[in-house]
């Protein structure tokens, strides 16, 4: 065969290569590895098939780590092939990371706090958003986190700040802000 008698049409296979192949395989070895390491009341919460869920629980009985324990590693990696991995992975980050949509509630409840000690504006603002609030105990704990604040404004540097009602105030919301 000269030159002029190849042409492209011969390169015809577009697929990943072996080697990539083979790190896609070992990647979900090796998330197969940390969904067993979970305790299996989080492993049930997992989008898992019950021959893994099976498999999974056999590996985690194995207390040795010799030959057995790594082939049932394998076969819960084999196995984990079929199964929905980015699903997975997205809840072993959630659980690592916390949600990210949490995270901000957290953050617009903990500002929305700031914004009633400093303000009775927003106590206006809120009940007329969330009118189902008992509106005594907010006052009460808003009442008791200013006086906080004042208290631990004239404290002196080897003072510990006292954030008992600023806690309170952050908890007695969350329910309604935090879905």
Not at 48 to 59: F, N, T
Not at 60 to 77: A, L, N, P, S
Request: net charge negative; proline share 4%.
């Amino acid at each position: 065969m000269n030159e002029m008698d190849y042409t492209e049409e011969d390169d015809f296979y577009d697929g990943p290569s072996k080697s990539q192949v083979k790190r896609e395989l070992l990647a979900i070895t090796d998330l197969g590895k940390k969904v067993i390491e979970l305790p299996f009341d989080k492993v049930k919460q997992l989008p898992l098939d019950e021959k893994l869920l099976d498999a999974i629980r056999i590996c985690q009985k194995i207390k040795d780590r010799g030959e057995g324990k790594r082939r049932q590693v394998h076969y819960v990696g084999k196995l984990m092939r079929n199964a929905d991995i980015d699903a997975i992975k997205h809840q072993l980050d959630v659980w690592e990371n916390g949600s990210k949509e949490v995270t901000a509630q957290m953050h617009q409840l903990e500002t929305l706090r700031d914004r009633l000690i400093e303000s009775d504006d927003e106590l206006t603002m809120l009940l007329s958003e969330y009118p189902e609030i008992d509106i005594q105990p907010l006052r009460n704990l808003i009442r008791a986190a200013r006086k906080e604040k004042t208290h631990n404004a004239n404290l002196n540097e080897n003072q510990e700040p006292q954030k008992k009602n600023y806690r309170a105030l952050f908890q007695f919301l969350k329910p309604f802000i935090i879905k």
